[in-house]
């Protein structure tokens, strides 16, 4: 099977609220995530998390911890997506490839169609306490 290694970062506010993005393309169009990508060769997580939120939101941001890292079998692929607290540095969070975003509360976390891999982590993520939330 074809192994897929990936990051993905939480992005949160100082409102404890945390942001998802929605697919604009590919198979699983339309589902929400987190935002990330693949690592490419050289690369630790952390840069290539900042790369990659660069490139699909026009936004620095600050990698603050690890929180997981997510093991998934889809039906095409093995995913690895190691995951990251962080924040926003600077920038406006410009949707470059996604085709919605929105800042949502712990309580509002499981309101959207997230991707299957993401669910063990929005459980979690619900009773995790980030900024005082």
Known sequence: ???IEVVAA???DDKGRIFATQRGYGEWKDYWEFPGGK???GETPEEALKREIWEELETHIAVECFV???EWDYPQFHLT???YLCNVESGELMLKEHEAAKWLKKDELESINRLPADWDLVR???IK?????
């Open 10 to 12: 939480i992005i949160h």
């Open 68 to 70: 997981e890292t997510v």
């Open 129 to 133: 306490r980030i900024n005082n939330t």
């Open 81 to 83: 997506m190691h995951c």
């Open 1 to 3: 099977m074809k192994q």
């Open 124 to 126: 979690k993520l619900k």
């Open 39 to 41: 690592i490419e060769a």
